[in-house]
């Protein structure tokens, strides 16, 4: 994982997500340090630093995953 998050359960199961969502480890780093409109111009990695962030990253790549917007 190339982010500065510990790691915990949480992240390891949002990272464990982008790896199912992107297809690769490669794909889901790429995705997860990129600013993104939904988080307000803000990356993954960076939003996921608070309880609800995680919560956030989480349900947009779970909208991802089942092909629905978040």
Same mark, same amino acid.
């Given at each position: 994982?190339?982010?500065?998050?510990?790691?915990?359960?949480?992240?390891?199961?949002?990272?464990?997500?982008?790896?199912?969502?992107?297809?690769?480890?490669?794909?889901?780093?790429?995705?997860?340090? =990129? +600013?993104?409109?939904? @988080?307000?111009? &803000?990356?993954?990695?960076?939003?996921?630093?608070?309880?609800?962030?995680?919560? =956030? +990253?989480?349900?947009? @790549?779970?909208? &991802?995953?089942?092909?629905?917007?978040?």
């Amino acid at each position: 994982m190339k982010h500065n998050l510990p790691t915990n359960k949480s992240n390891t199961e949002i990272y464990t997500l982008a790896q199912e969502v992107f297809g690769s480890s490669v794909e889901a780093d790429a995705w997860l340090n =990129e +600013v993104h409109a939904l @988080l307000g111009g &803000i990356s993954p990695i960076d939003y996921m630093k608070t309880e609800n962030g995680k919560l =956030e +990253v989480q349900k947009i @790549l779970t909208a &991802i995953l089942y092909g629905h917007t978040a």
